[in-house]
């Protein structure tokens, strides 16, 4: 069946419109009896729509304007400590004083900052070598941003590896290699995947990730894809 046009559709849609309300109580159609008839519940819902708007605005203009203000503030002072290499400082979390990226993500985890404090916090703290610690702290982090989403899941990885848990690793790492558009990402995680299925013996697995590699991403592997194929076969 042919489409409708744009002017076609909406005229054939008004009409279904009026039909609907010629159907409807035809007495209350009547403006003045409508008006009569209905005041009080019309009065209170349009109370409600009002208290409604009014009070999303206020929410937006009094409380999460001023908070993302304050997450960013506290952000930025835990960034300067990282840029110094003042890691524990960065790290913060001991004193309101000094909040840094954890006090800054406990405190403003509903805003973006709060979640890319914690992202940097999972980073620190993997280096401390707290893998757990590191591991829930990067998975409170989210993004629209496909590859720091990779990023987020390859970080993921190494903390379950530090913990001796290749297997979920492998299974981070899998989601690293899909989560992003960008090729260089995509093959990266998927090499690493290869390298990790490699490691647990899993060579069907690890064939199909340097299998890929070889079909799509040969100029940043340099011919490597091919030796680690022939790896699966006799490792």
Known sequence: MAKLGKNAQNEQEGKETVEFFKDLDREALNTERFLEKYSKPL???????VLGVLGFFGYKQ???????AEAVKSFLA???????????EALGGKSAAN??????SNEYSGTSIGQLSAYNAGLLKFKEGKFQEAYDLLDK????????VAM????????K??????????SLLDKAATASDDPYTT???TRKAGIVALGLKKNAEAKKYFSAIDEKYQDYDNGMSDSYIEMTKYY
């Open 62 to 68: 009094f409380v999460v304007a001023p908070k993302n």
């Open 141 to 148: 982090f989210s993004s629209d941003n496909k590859t720091l």
């Open 187 to 189: 093959y990266f995680f």
């Open 99 to 104: 909040p840094g990226f954890i006090g800054t």
């Open 78 to 88: 835990a960034q300067k400590n990282l840029n110094e290499n003042k890691e524990k």
């Open 161 to 170: 590896s530090g913990l001796n848990k290749n297997d979920e690793a492998l």
């Open 43 to 49: 009065g209170i819902v349009f109370g409600v729509l």
């Open 152 to 159: 987020k899941y390859g970080a993921m990885a190494d903390a």
